[in-house]
């Protein structure tokens, strides 16, 4: 493969450190591999594991272990054949090394480093690592617990659900479980408000030294001062009162007044040539007024509204908020510590800790340990990760540390990332002797695109200095190159399609609901008539155009909470897709269907489980026969339960006797079994005596609901439950978390 000169910079500059600052599509994957290859070929002495990369996702870590894995084999390989014995020797025992090859998430690289050094961290080695879920699971879980018992308490804490729904605090106490927590001062209020006054001073004075605004404030008509009845000249006089206080006075808030009558006041309808003298005065006295509006609005949005009564009560209440937040993050250390279990946030605090406290374990992984660390997707480290990063490879030693990112593709905020971090870091770095590369040339996209893209990012990645959040905004800095030059003729590179979002409601649905379907019918048209008119795209792997397929297709969405109707749309014009994550695989009615059955037998008073699973295709028995089943009455008078129900086929019509006593056999046979096999075996053993599975296959969109089950069943195999209620609860909960949990794939295109 031939290398741009800066992807070969970033491959084989080995004496100083790196930060890449790496496009989409520009090859960055392909020079994290070539650059983890290029140091074990200069370096015969280093042993596999003491290079360390640090991916940002498990599958991630899996794609460069494999490909690292190859290229391994082939150098191994091409020893065999030139019979270098010494340098087969060197890269097979590098190839057995790949199991413990240190390619990882940072957070499995805390783990490892803590368990090496469990002593000096005081933590138990066997410790559990908490995934993203079952943290969550567990965390809810304390904080119901909390409140319930701070509830029969009485603590003052409690004062806070006189306040704030119940909801609220319980969200807002997961949502900040991870801060630190100080108690606020006494005089927080009163902060608030010298801040406020502050920065509105600041405001003003960046408002008055604004070299347009203070132009129009003071722009005359050449001709003289108009008069007459125009309505124009009545708001440039009601101007003219104001702007000499806003300009001219010491008094915070008399300028403040004087600058909320500008925007308001402003109305540019009206003015007669007549009235102003002639046309171009007119003009630029529209132009004039227009500045001072806009001006004066953008100030007074960004001054906003003073502390007010609101903010007094909240300030008064934070003291409760902090109390609350100790405890509920006590508990939950006490629940974790019960568990033997850390999670995301312990593994980067602990593993931080240990290697500030402990230099000699800090100079151990920066000796011989750790030769070099390689950092992926450096855009979404937080300043604990990078002070483990730090830890691990001195900035000041240059040759040991690679750390590549792209500030525009960061997902701030997510798992605590801070994009504000790379941007310190890319100063640091420079200032210590290390170096910048930008690999800005796309491989992936063709170049009429690649412009479109710079032009439209251009104008909306850019940093507004006068901004609190200044250094969390993204800015444009190295326009992307296309390297592509086959580019598709004759059809549109950027299309928008505008939905119309006005409708009414109908059939019980609102009109952003109605807009959604809308356009998913739209979409689908489109990818059908591109498909039906040979519309063109670019494949990597015949290295040049083909016809457009399905799976040259994707949907990307802000959110996946209205996934669910465009798979509707889709399902219903025979559109292929694949789900690859979204909300709404637990709410799959095939994945019910199993959940229900396995409810009822868990619990058989629970009739309304009961009722779904008879209900589905697991038994096919129909409405009448249920509502037959529930009019049955003992000798007493009193209902039974539907379970008891089954052994009396009085009532159910006819036709549906046989699946009745099948249903009761069935469900018997499986009730026997549940609790003395595990969750995996008892679905299996449902899934065969049901034919469910078959039955699925047969109904529309068959392969995607058998592959649902099959999934489920996965889900059953690992999830770790052993009994029916710990699995019910999971998939309870998973179900109320809306796990990005995605259908089945397709074995096919």
């Not at 909306?460 to 030059?485: G, I």
């Amino acid at each position: 493969m031939n290398l741009t000169p800066e992807q070969k910079a970033a491959i084989h500059t080995h004496d100083r450190n790196l930060i890449v600052v790496a496009g989409a599509g520009s090859g960055k994957t392909f020079v994290l591999v070539e650059r983890f290859l290029a140091l074990l070929d200069a370096h015969d002495d280093w042993e596999l594991n003491q290079l360390v990369a640090i991916t940002f996702t498990q599958k991630a870590a899996q794609e460069m272990r494999d490909r690292v894995r190859l290229a391994l084999l082939a150098r191994m390989e091409a020893a065999q054949r030139d019979a270098d014995d010494v340098r087969a020797a060197l890269w097979a025992r590098r190839v057995s090394a790949m199991d413990s090859a240190r390619i990882d998430t940072i957070h499995a690289l805390c783990a490892a480093i803590l368990r090496q050094n469990a002593a000096e961290a005081a933590i138990d080695p066997r410790f559990e690592v908490l995934d993203e879920t079952g943290a969550r699971l567990l965390l809810e879980t304390v904080i119901d617990d909390l409140l319930a018992a701070l509830a029969r308490s009485g603590d003052p804490v409690t004062r806070l659900f006189r306040e704030y729904a119940a909801h609220d605090i319980r969200r807002a106490l997961i949502d900040q479980i991870a801060l630190p927590v100080e108690m606020p001062p006494a005089d927080l209020f009163e902060r608030w408000q010298a801040a406020w006054e502050q920065g509105a001073a600041a405001e003003l004075r960046a408002l008055t030294a604004d070299a347009p605004f203070v132009q129009a404030a003071h722009w005359t008509p050449p001709g003289g001062r108009p008069s007459g009845g125009d309505k124009l000249i009545d708001v440039w006089r009601s101007c003219d009162l104001h702007l000499p206080l806003l300009l001219g006075s010491d008094d915070l808030h008399a300028r403040l007044s004087a600058l909320r009558q500008l925007p308001g006041a402003i109305n540019l309808t009206g003015g007669s040539v007549k009235a102003w003298g002639n046309a171009d005065t007119l003009a630029e006295a529209k132009a004039a007024l227009r500045t001072l509006r806009e001006r004066a609005k953008l100030a007074l949005d960004r001054i906003g509204e003073p502390p007010g009564d609101a903010d007094r009560r909240a300030a008064e209440l934070l003291p409760l908020w902090a109390a609350l937040l100790r405890l509920a993050r006590s508990a939950y250390g006490d629940a974790k510590r019960d568990q033997g279990a850390l999670d995301f946030d312990d593994l980067e605090a602990a593993a931080a800790r240990l290697l500030a406290s402990y230099p000699q374990a800090r100079a151990r992984y920066q000796g011989d340990e750790f030769k070099h660390l390689l950092v992926d997707e450096f855009q979404d480290t937080n300043a604990a990760q990078w002070q483990i990063v730090r830890a691990l490879a001195d900035p000041a030693q240059p040759g040991g540390l690679f750390l590549v990112g792209d500030a525009k593709q960061s997902i701030y905020g997510f798992r605590g990332a801070d994009v504000s971090v790379f941007d310190r870091v890319r100063v640091e770095l420079q200032q210590l002797g290390g170096q910048e590369i930008a690999l800005a040339r796309s491989f992936r996209t063709h170049a009429p695109l690649v412009d479109g893209f710079n032009h439209i990012f251009q104008q909306v990645l850019q940093r507004d200095p006068n901004s609190p959040a200044a250094a969390y905004q993204v800015v444009m800095d190295t326009p992307m190159q296309a390297a592509r030059t086959e580019v598709p003729d004759d059809q549109p590179y950027i299309e928008l399609m505008l939905i119309d979002r006005t409708g009414s409601e109908s059939d019980g649905e609102d009109a952003a609901t109605l807009a959604r379907r809308s356009e998913a019918y739209a979409i689908a048209e489109r990818i059908e008539r591109m498909r039906a008119d040979g519309a063109q795209v670019y494949d990597r792997h015949l290295g040049g155009l083909r016809p457009l397929e399905y799976h040259d297709c994707a949907l990307l969405f802000r959110s996946m909470t209205a996934a669910p109707i465009y798979e509707e749309v889709f399902k219903d014009v025979g559109l292929p897709f694949v789900t690859v994550a979204g909300r709404g695989y637990y709410e799959r009615q095939e994945v019910w269907d199993i959940l229900n059955l396995l409810r009822a037998l868990h619990n058989p008073q629970d009739d309304l489980a009961l009722a779904a699973a008879l209900r589905s295709p697991l038994f096919a028995l129909s409405d009448d026969a249920l509502f037959a089943l529930r009019l049955r009455r003992d000798e007493a008078g009193q209902m039974p339960s539907l379970w008891q129900a089954l052994t009396d086929p009085t009532g159910v019509p006819t036709d549906e006797h046989a699946r009745l006593a099948f249903a009761r056999h069935t469900l018997s046979s499986l009730g026997q079994l549940a609790g003395r096999v595990s969750i995996a075996d008892l679905i299996e053993a449902a899934l065969e005596a049901t034919h469910f599975l078959a039955v699925l296959t047969g109904l529309p969109d068959g392969a995607r609901r058998r592959g649902n089950i099959e999934k489920l069943l996965e889900k059953a195999r690992t999830s770790g439950r052993l009994t029916l209620g710990e699995f019910a609860r999971y998939l309870g909960d998973l179900t109320a978390l809306e796990a990005r949990e995605g259908e089945a794939t397709l074995g096919t295109e």
